[in-house]
């Protein structure tokens, strides 16, 4: 996927289906359970279940290994800083120095990791599995006013193409000699002035075109709006809703008992 | 002018290659190819126009040629000198790139800070890239608005200002994408001036364009792309001669071409590129004056 900024995948699914008011109670439901989630099980349990759902999708082998390959640098920091910050508990693995490493310190690190990447799961099952326009109107339908949700559907409309325009800026760059990488750390940051401020300056022009547009077709904001396709609550949301409820809060006391 | 299929194309006076590719493709993303075995030669001092419809792989190629893209199979040679494996700011030593997008290229708070840029970045002497810089502000006619932001400048002023700070390096090969998207004529005409003076010092232009005007009146050779692949190569005129090439290519000449064309029944040659060539061909058929009475 590298980096693509709108990962829908488009599918007749039943997941896909679902109306985006529904998706969202289930990424609600399952930050509900996965923060204060302390056992491994359940995590690995919930993640299971999220890549059967992900299955039944049908969403690509690669998109889901991409997802995986973008939280490894924030798993593998957890990894590596949790047993440090955290060294009690037996039995103890490495001692050295000041640096006490315990198995518990391992395993709740381990834990962390596996639940930010549930949490990340749980809201890319939502955007792989609902185009943006349908995101945007459950998030209307949910109270967000409409400005708001116009404006984050062009925002995410446009990222893509400010991707591309930062593309272009670089090549132009390039093309005149400019060679960052030749740089140290520092003045590698700093020589990326260039193309951050013709990206700025680019997308400046591009806000005051697409508001003209905006105009021009007759936008006008605190209008009643109406939608072509309206969000409908159907059976099988209700049977998921009711569904998630019970299962969220069974293991939930499930995890309470545990303890 | 023979159709090119895999083999080496020559355009131009025959002198050393300013840009060479030789059997070169190039896909994106490991789609639909881009570019597919494409063969060419461009001699150095020569003005080629690259056409061809939309997607058909034009600037593809353009950034092959200064080694932003890197073909997937092929080889690109610049003044004989394979250019894999070494960097962009090196080629850009010596190949200018003026983008399609103005904006893209401007970031420096001031027009002369603008110019410098490229100067720097190619390490040349303080001394030097001041001088360089005064010449290409008083060349272009942009010393008033040297000291000015370029962003704020028109989109007429914002070009001239692109190619001031790619011609300041004194490249010897020039690439233009599209330069004249978005330009009134008055515009068009001052900017290919500055090129056809660079030209006329030696500098090899090659120039993407869909105005086959421009084709018309200042490329002396065309290539000709179609599908990612290199259809037609060889001298302007010749292009223009072939319409059933040209229509599988959404290609039309200049309209003064195709009104010499329609004129061959008369006695036209019908490969006329300019309005002062018609004129004096048109004028040589008219009957002397001295009959008429």
């Given amino acids: 996927m590298s980096a693509r900024f709108n990962p829908y995948v488009p599918r007749k699914t039943w997941l896909h289906e679902l109306d985006p008011r529904t998706k969202m109670a289930f990424v609600g439901a399952s930050f509900v359970l996965l923060l204060p989630a302390n056992h491994l099980t359940l995590v690995l349990g919930y993640l299971a279940g999220v890549h059967v759902l992900l299955w039944q ?14 939280m490894a640098p924030v798993s593998l920091l957890i990894l590596l800083l949790w047993p440090l910050s955290n060294p009690g508990g037996t039995p103890v693995l490495i001692d050295w120095w000041r640096i006490q490493i315990t198995l518990p310190g391992v395993t709740q690190g381990l834990l962390a990791a596996l639940r930010v990447n549930g949490l990340a799961f749980a809201v890319f099952t939502l955007l792989l599995t609902t185009d943006q326009s349908a995101l945007v109107q459950g998030l209307v339908r949910l109270g967000l006013p409409f400005e708001w949700g116009l404006t984050l559907a062009i925002g995410l409309r446009y990222l893509p193409l400010l991707r591309g325009m930062y593309g272009g800026i670089v090549d132009a760059q390039r093309a005149r000699g400019w060679t960052p990488e030749q740089e140290g750390l520092v003045r590698r940051l700093r020589a990326y002035g260039p193309t951050l401020v013709a990206l700025v300056i680019g997308a400046l022009r591009l806000t005051d075109t697409l508001t003209f547009a905006l105009a021009a077709r007759g936008f006008r904001p605190g209008e009643p709006r109406t939608t072509h396709r309206p969000l409908r609550l159907r059976a099988i949301d209700w049977v998921c809703l009711v569904g998630l409820g019970l299962l969220t809060g069974g293991l939930l006391i499930f995890e309470v008992g545990w303890r | 002018m023979a159709e090119a299929a895999a083999g080496p194309v020559v355009t131009g006076p025959a002198t050393d290659p300013a840009i060479e590719l030789r059997n070169c493709s190039y896909s994106y993303d490991d789609s639909i190819p881009a570019l597919q075995c494409v063969s060419c030669s461009i001699e150095a001092g020569s003005w080629v126009a690259l056409v061809g419809e939309n997607g058909s792989g034009k600037s593809t190629l353009a950034r092959l040629c200064n080694g932003l893209l890197r073909p997937r199979e092929g080889q690109v040679l610049i003044k004989g000198e394979d250019i894999r494996g070494r960097p962009v700011g090196e080629v850009a030593r010596e190949v200018g790139f003026l983008f399609q997008n103005p904006d893209h290229q401007l970031f420096a708070p001031t027009v002369r800070e603008e110019i410098e840029f490229d100067l720097r970045n190619l390490g040349f002497p303080r001394q030097e890239i001041a001088e360089r810089t005064e010449e290409a502000l008083a060349i272009f006619g942009l010393s008033l608005c040297a000291d000015r932001p370029p962003a704020v400048l028109g989109y007429g002023l914002r070009r001239q200002v692109t190619l001031a700070s790619v011609l300041a390096r004194r490249p010897s090969i020039l690439i233009l994408d599209e330069p004249t998207t978005g330009l ?20 090899t232009v090659l120039l993407i364009t869909h105005d086959m005007r421009l084709v018309a009146e200042r490329a002396s050779s065309v290539l000709l792309l179609h599908e990612g692949r290199l259809v037609a190569a060889g001298s302007t005129r010749e292009l223009f001669a072939q319409p059933e090439l040209l229509e599988r290519a959404s290609i039309s000449p200049p309209p003064i071409t195709r009104l010499s064309q329609r004129l061959r029944p008369a006695g036209m040659r019908g490969d006329s590129l300019t309005v002062e060539a018609f004129a004096r061909e048109f004028e040589a058929l008219l009957p002397e004056s001295g009959d008429n009475e």
């Fill in chain 1, 57 to 70: 999708a049908r969403i690509p082998g690669r998109r889901i290994s991409w997802l995986w390959r973008q």
């Fill in chain 2, 184 to 203: 009134d004529w008055g515009s068009t005409a001052l900017l290919m001036d500055h090129v056809g003076e660079q030209h006329a010092a030696g500098c």
